[in-house]
T-cell receptor, first 113, second 116 residues
Framework: GESVGLHLPTLSVQEGDNSIINCAYS??????FIWYKQESGKGPQFIID?????DKRQGQRVTVLLNKTVKHLSLQIAATQPGDSAVYFC????????????FGAGTRLAVHP | NAGVTQTPKFQVLKTGQSMTLQCAQD?????MYWYRQDPGMGLRLIYY???????DKGEVPNGYNVSRLNKREFSLRLESAAPSQTSVYFC???????????????FGSGTRLTVV
């Protein structure tokens, strides 16, 4: 399954499928990006990050891709599990003398058994 | 290691009342942040403090004031609460230099504020 930025806020997938969550960031000066997972009633939980000098970074079951040309990030989750159900946010670190972390609106991932 | 601690966890205010949300971090981080999160939305930056003694406006500062009391503590004050300020408020902190294992930003567990 695949989501497209802010216009499709909910992504529903079957357990075991791969999920792709997309994010368009806003600032060309952003030098660092983070994907967060947020479960109901909790604060954001770090998943994976990537610096602007990289195109791809892999973690455990997750991969982040960065396309600076079109200012686009994606988060790929392999073999999606029910425990992956949450809202996912991308965040960009805007560098300009001091750091500010700006969040996108988020995508809700619903994993069905 | 407590990380970022926010108090209170829940609060109900009447319109026009004032209150201060407290945040403290024990990681010796230089920068601290206040975000609000409305239902179904991402976190929006209210104010931040790049270092002790400095504060700056974020995306949605209106109706709020902040104080960086010392390196550990960063408080958010609502002088005259309005229903539009009903939200979940998150405090965060970050250090300088390498980002570390969690991207360098640590979030508190949030304060759920309702203004009636």
């Amino acid at each position: 399954g695949e989501s497209v930025g802010l216009h499709l806020p909910t992504l529903s997938v079957q357990e075991g499928d791969n999920s792709i969550i997309n994010c368009a960031y806003s600032n060309s000066a952003s030098d660092y990006f983070i994907w967060y997972k947020q479960e109901s009633g909790k604060g954001p939980q770090f998943i994976i990050d990537i610096r602007s000098n990289m195109d791809k970074r892999q973690g455990q079951r997750v991969t982040v891709l960065l396309n600076k040309t079109v200012k686009h990030l994606s988060l790929q989750i392999a073999a999606t599990q029910p425990g992956d159900s949450a809202v996912y946010f991308c965040a960009e670190n805007i560098k300009g003398g001091y750091n500010k972390l700006i969040f996108g609106a988020g995508t809700r991932l619903a994993v069905h058994p | 290691n407590a990380g970022v601690t926010q108090t209170p966890k829940f609060q109900v205010l009447k319109t026009g009342q004032s209150m201060t949300l407290q945040c403290a971090q024990d990681m010796n981080h230089n920068s601290m942040y206040w975000y609000r999160q409305d239902p179904g939305m991402g976190l929006r930056l209210i104010y931040y403090s790049a270092s002790e003694g400095t504060t700056d406006k974020g995306e949605v500062p209106n109706g709020y004031n902040v104080s960086r009391l010392n390196k550990r503590e960063f408080s958010l004050r609502l002088e005259s609460a309005a229903p539009s300020q009903t939200s979940v408020y998150f405090c965060a902190s970050s250090g300088s230099g390498e980002k570390g294992a969690n991207g360098g930003y640590t979030f508190g567990s949030g304060t759920r504020l309702t203004v009636v």
